[in-house]
């Protein structure tokens, strides 16, 4: 029968608390405003991801809803969960090992959103009567996706240890 990783490595019971507080920390960010834009002086709007996303579906943009809600929201807490699963349930070799895979490839894409404030940013700063400043929930958000990045390849280690059979 096969053996959880919680079982091979009962003393890095950190792996899973990481993955805990990743989740907390993209909760926060997520609520958090990702930038501020100022207006000819007088206005001034804090966005944040989900905002955005209420934002395109109001303006008819579903598929681009769709997808920044999949790649910046959906995926980052299914990714985490499958972590905490990964660690937790037993299972065999080949279907952790093809999961972490998955997860690694697929989890690269969720830095995007932050590319995509940085660029949102830089080509507001241009023009005169448009100014845009990134907010914490941007930084944080950068965060939770670069640590998740950390986490998940800690994870992916020890889970190479335990299938290829090196000395842990």
């Known amino acids: 029968m096969a053996a959880s990783l919680r079982q091979h ?3 890095r019971w950190y792996l899973p608390a990481l993955v805990v507080a990743n989740i907390a920390l993209l909760i926060v960010a997520l609520n958090l405003p990702f930038m501020s834009v100022a207006k000819l002086v007088f206005f001034q709007e804090d966005y944040s991801l989900i905002h955005s996303i209420r934002g395109m579906i109001e303006e008819h943009n579903y ?6 809600f999949s790649f910046s929201i959906l995926f980052p807490f299914a990714k985490l969960a499958a972590l905490l699963y990964l660690w937790f349930a037993p299972i065999a070799s080949e279907n ?6 998955w997860l ?5 894409w969720s830095m995007l ?3 995509v404030v940085a660029i949102l940013i830089v080509l507001t700063q ?8 990134p907010e914490i929930g941007v930084y944080l958000f950068a965060l939770a996706i670069g640590l998740s990045l950390v986490v998940s390849l800690r994870i992916e280690h020890a889970a190479k240890r335990v299938d290829g059979g090196d000395p842990a």
């Not at 952790?96 to 895979?101: I, T």
């Not at 690694?104 to 690269?108: A, D, E, I």
């Open 104 to 108: 690694s490839v697929l989890g690269k």
């Open 96 to 101: 952790r090992r093809r999961s972490l895979v």
């Open 126 to 133: 241009s023009k005169g009567y448009v100014d845009a400043e």
């Open 113 to 115: 959103d932050v590319f």
């Open 9 to 11: 490595y009962p003393t």
């Open 63 to 68: 598929v681009l809803a769709v997808i920044i």
